[in-house]
């Protein structure tokens, strides 16, 4: 080929990809001076509403050191302690399961001994079998306060009698303990009050938010002498908190879930009142010209 | 020339230097696979003896000296090389008066010395049973021979005959000698050691001439009357298979074996719990009123911080629940020491020893001193109260025999239950109790730690009076103290039979005492509670007390002893009689075994769970509070209550339903002890005693419960 072409050829391509280069840095520099522009505000939002549901969390287990024995023990415990609700005969009145589990039982004081550096005694290991289930109350918005506590007064004595233990389990030790109190008042409490579908509050709290920091950008763009223009972008920081470090690696040494759920829409509280929503919006506005 | 020698040289060299090469290599390979066994015997060793380090340590049961323990083992070797004279020869040298003890017999038993001789005769093979003869057989019919000339019963005749099966027994006349020691124990009401020697001669003396069918029938009679169903049946199934066409000639009568065998086993009939009548059904009552209550100043102890820890006083730190007993009219109690009696029908108070005003300080001096709750115990025996209290410790109480205040041992006292005057107090014992009383033919037997050396001894002292009659030292236990720095109690266990009191220590070891000669007959050490830290144990600045350990517990059902230490993990089933461990099995040791009704124990823990104990399995499991008070529940014909914090449960024993629960009039105790009394139910917590009307109606059905 001809050499002369051949450079020719070469200046050509420096010359596409210099041209690339520029357009890009335009843009990059358009979007780096857009996001300069423009107010940007917080804007937050709630709504109530009455819890419909009460849930409890009710475990079973079975401990012992032959696994037949263990399973004796659990299935026996399982089927009274469903035979009691079941003799309730509440149609509004379920238990859900969420899974067996099967591990090994380990007791209180062996666990502080080796946490303290103490020597244990060689203890053979037991077989234990889990099982975490809700009981769930549905219709409570459409009780009166007396008679639902009435109601649940009465599953709780049942469920107590059956077999069940109500609530979360105790803290087997003082770092479990640490954990839930860390954990703050999610899961900690006995009987839950909640509202599993939250659209309709959700839908509410948004408005509100997004009514809520267009006033303020409104408020701040009259304070600037500027017109406020079109919303840019909209960030939801949504709601929730997240385990400490301390907290997420004791878990991982226990092999513990965390007690949130992923996707869960509903909320829940300790006590029988109203449930809040809240939402919190990050909302950038136009200056309009 | 010399490039020719150096090639060689260098040849040579390289030849060499390759063999070391391959010396090295494969010495290397020597040496690490040397290392490789040296490491895994090592390994194995190790294990071995990691296996002994952390099996649990119990109860020390005085040993004979090895020098015994060679001999016997000597006797085996010169037995095997078949050099009969020498093997007796060794047996003879073993002077059992030199060195009180017991021997290893395998299997975790140790029995005397001379038991273990006779083990050791029995098993010997036929040549060696000849040899023994020729060296023994004159002597041993010279002894038979007295016995026969002799007109009417010697006065000597048991002692002779014990002598003969002891010492002679693979003679030509150890079998006859054995009938006849057997017929005449009978005769005496010792049927437990009638059937041993029949026994003994139908399962040991290979050669005997005696009726094996009239031997049979015999222990069959001898069972009957010792109420051993099972072992009965078992018997009988052999007269019947070897010896359905033979006849015996019993008391002058000739008789047909199988059939009178058959005749003898009794019908079934339902065991009968405490206080329930033949075909009574007790009946809780619908509504939780009782009918009379005594609270003990329950409300002084809740909210006590213990002087020891700090922390407030909770139901596994200290429970202060009363020790009861009832007779037709009354009931008693004691509670911490302070006793007294109330009207069975009214609950009005009798009498009582001390006041309740001063709860406050009992409790405190027990937590200081480490004083076992469970120490303040109560039991009725002969119409007289054994009671278990600290002595008086004012100064005119120990001018007159009193304690001093630093004295933390519990005494003795037996009462008179119309006034609850002191009767005896045993305070010169040199040991410090730590059993509940066993009474036995008005003795009293309490095993008890010797406050000089640390060994527990067992104690009989007449009822009567309250002197010691005689002791017998049992071995040493195994941290005995507790946390607090008392001394455990509760822990021994005791059961009689056929002149045997069998004491289970709690610590890893039952004992048998022969009642007559006052020696321990045999030994078991068994699987107990793992050695525990007496330390308390600390949590992040805070203390938390070790969780309430449960009782050990020992039990026995037809003829069978069922053996469970507390807070240990395994369960066994003893034949006192062989003596034999028939099996073991592993159960929680958060369990304890509580009742045996029929075929069916009742485990207690976390769960109320019942155990068949023919197939080993567990039938059915009863979750309750989540307290462990290791509790005893009431068994009675078609119903168990057991009591907890949520009330007391009435259980159906056929599958462990819960029928009901009554909630009952004391909410704010912990109810620890159930008694029947005629028609009143009594919960005994540690704030307050409760009566309970019951109704007591014809059972519907009765019988055995299903098993699975």
Redesign the interface.
């Known amino acids: 080929m001809n050499p002369h072409l051949r450079v020719f050829d070469l200046t050509q391509s420096v010359r596409s990809l210099a041209t690339c280069i520029a357009v890009l840095a335009a843009s990059l520099m358009a979007a780096t001076v857009s996001a300069d522009e423009g107010i940007l505000v917080r804007g937050t939002g709630s709504a109530t509403g009455r819890p419909s549901q009460i849930e409890m969390s009710a475990t079973l287990s079975g401990e012992a050191e032959l696994a037949a024995d263990a399973m004796v023990k659990f299935h026996d415990a399982k089927r009274r302690a469903l035979a009691a609700i079941a003799g309730l005969k509440d149609p509004d009145l379920s238990v859900v399961s969420g899974g067996v589990s099967v591990g090994s039982g380990t007791d209180a004081n062996t666990q502080m001994m080796m946490m303290q550096g103490m020597a244990v005694p060689n203890t053979p290991q037991k077989v234990r079998l889990t099982e975490t289930s809700r009981i769930v109350l549905v219709h409570t918005d459409k009780l009166e306060p007396d008679e639902m506590l009435s109601k649940v007064l009465k599953i709780l004595d049942v469920a107590k009698d059956s077999g069940f233990q109500i609530g979360p389990v105790p803290a087997r030790n003082y770092y479990e303990m640490q954990i839930r109190a860390q954990q703050g008042g999610d899961g900690s409490a006995t009987v839950s009050f909640k509202l599993p579908d939250t659209s309709a509050l959700r839908e509410r709290a948004y408005k509100a938010a997004i009514d809520d920091a267009k006033s303020k950008a409104q408020r701040l763009a009259d304070l600037s002498g500027a017109k406020l223009g079109r919303i840019i972008s909209v960030h939801d920081e949504g709601v929730g908190n997240s385990d400490s470090d301390n907290a997420s690696m004791v878990r991982y040494v226990y092999g513990m879930r965390s007690n949130k759920e992923v996707e869960d829409r509903s909320i829940a509280g300790s006590n029988s009142g109203d449930l809040t929503l809240g939402a919190s919006l990050t909302v950038q506005f136009e200056i309009a010209k | 020339m010399y490039l020719i020698v150096g090639a060689l040289c260098g040849r040579a060299a390289r030849a060499l230097l390759r063999a070391a090469v391959v010396v090295a290599i494969v010495g290397r390979i020597a040496i690490s696979a040397h290392a490789q066994v040296v490491v895994t015997s090592a390994g194995v060793e190790d294990a071995a003896s990691d296996d002994q380090a952390?099996a649990p340590k119990g109860f020390a049961v005085l040993k004979a000296d090895s020098k015994i323990v060679e001999m016997l083992e000597d006797f085996k070797r010169y037995s095997g090389k078949k050099s009969w004279e020498l093997a007796f020869h060794a047996l003879s040298s073993i002077d059992e008066a030199s060195s009180p003890g017991l021997v290893p017999a395998g299997d975790g038993l140790l029995v005397p010395i001379r038991t273990r001789v006779e083990q050791c005769l029995l098993r010997l093979p036929p040549e060696g049973r000849d040899a023994y003869r020729v060296f023994n057989d004159a002597n041993a019919k010279q002894l038979w021979g007295r016995l026969q000339d002799a007109r009417g019963m010697p006065s000597d005749e048991l002692e002779t005959l014990r002598k003969l099966v002891e010492h002679y027994f693979l003679t030509s006349v150890g079998d006859l000698a054995a009938d006849r020691l057997g017929d005449a124990l009978f005769e005496q009401g010792d049927f437990s050691g009638a059937e041993g020697m029949w026994r003994l001669v139908v399962e040991k003396y290979p050669d005997s001439h005696l009726s094996l069918a009239k031997l049979q029938v015999k222990r069959c009679a001898a069972l009957s009357q010792l109420g051993r169903r099972d072992a009965l049946l078992t018997v009988v199934a052999q007269v019947r298979e070897k010896y359905a066409d033979q006849t015996v000639t019993i008391g002058g009568r000739e008789l047909h074996a199988a059939e009178f065998a058959e005749s003898l086993v009794p019908t079934v009939s339902p065991t009968q719990p405490s206080g329930a009548k033949d075909g009574e059904e007790v009946i809780l009552p619908t509504a939780d009123e009782p009918v009379w209550q005594i609270r003990i100043a329950g409300a002084n102890i809740a909210g006590m911080i213990d002087p020891q820890t700090g922390m407030p006083i909770n139901s596994a730190s200290f429970r202060a629940a009363s020790s009861g007993a009832v007779d037709e009219k009354r009931f008693y109690a004691n509670w911490l020491g302070a006793i007294y009696a109330a009207d069975l029908e009214t609950g009005k108070m009798i009498w009582r020893t001390d006041k309740f005003t001063d709860a406050f300080q009992r409790v405190t001096t027990s937590l200081q001193q480490g004083i076992s709750p469970e120490g303040f115990f109560l039991v009725a025996a002969g119409h007289k109260l054994l009671a278990g209290r600290r002595g008086s410790t004012n100064l005119l109480g120990q001018l007159l025999g009193g304690q001093l205040p630093q004295d933390n041992s519990l005494r003795l006292d037996c009462l008179d239950p119309a006034s609850g005057k002191l009767v005896w107090s045993a305070n010169q014992l040199d040991a410090t109790i730590v059993s509940t009383p066993y009474v036995v033919d008005d003795v009293v037997y309490v095993a008890g730690i010797a406050a000089n050396n640390s060994t527990m001894n067992l104690l009989a002292l007449s009822l009567a009076t309250g002197q010691v009659q005689w002791r017998v030292q049992l071995g040493t236990p195994q941290n005995s103290r507790n946390w607090r720095g008392g001394i455990n109690f509760g822990g021994p266990n005791m059961r009689a039979e056929g002149g045997v009191l069998y004491v289970a220590t709690d610590n890893g070891a039952l004992l048998a005492v022969d009642l007559a000669s006052r020696q321990i007959k045999w030994a078991l050490q068994h699987d107990t509670k793992?050695?525990?830290?007496n330390r308390r144990?600390?949590?992040?600045n805070?203390m938390?007390t070790?969780?309430t350990e449960t009782s050990g517990a020992l039990l026995d059902e037809d003829g069978v002893f069922y053996l469970k230490d507390g807070s240990a993990?395994l369960l066994y089933a003893v034949d006192p009689a062989a003596p034999a461990v028939q099996w073991k099995r592993?159960?929680?040791?958060d369990d304890s075994i509580v009742a045996i009704d029929g075929q069916t124990a009742y485990l207690l823990g976390?769960?109320l769970?019942a155990l068949d104990l023919k197939s080993r399995?567990?039938?059915?499991?009863?979750?309750?509070s989540?307290e462990n008070l290791a509790l005893r529940p009431l068994i009675c014909p078609e119903h168990i209550f057991v009591s907890t914090v949520?009330g007391i449960f009435d259980i159906d024993p056929a599958n462990?339903?819960?029928r009901r629960?009554l909630r009952g009039a004391d909410h704010e105790s912990r109810v620890c002890q159930l008694v029947l009394a005629g028609d009143r139910l009594i919960a005994i917590g540690d704030a307050a005693v409760t009566a309970y009307p019951i109704q007591r109606t014809k059972a519907v059905k009765l019988g055995r419960r299903p098993t699975k």
């Open positions: 952390n793992p050695p525990t830290d144990i600390f949590w992040a805070g938390m070790t969780a993990r592993p159960i929680s040791a976390h769960e769970s399995n567990l039938l059915w499991s009863t979750k309750l989540d949520r462990g339903d819960i629960v």
